[in-house]
């Protein structure tokens, strides 16, 4: 009973592998989506903690 385990060089390059800009639905395109609504949820945030408003108040719809 062998178990083979990838080389430590080898593992540490896939879990770093990003992957490659492209058009279209791709995992790269879903991970910068991700990123930048993570970071516009936290400016929401702050902008409601710093004005004591609500976004939709703060933008004039309410």
Known sequence: MSSET????ESS????????PAFGWTSYAE???G?????ALVCIVLL??????GLLTWLGLL
């Not at 990838?6 to 060089?9: A, G, Q, T």
């Not at 990123?35 to 970071?39: D, G, I, K, L, S």
């Open 48 to 53: 409601e903690l710093l004005t004591g408003q």
């Open 13 to 20: 390059e896939e879990s770093f592998k990003q992957p490659e």
């Open 31 to 33: 991970q910068i989506n």
């Open 6 to 9: 990838p080389n430590k060089s």
């Open 35 to 39: 990123r930048f609504a993570m970071v």
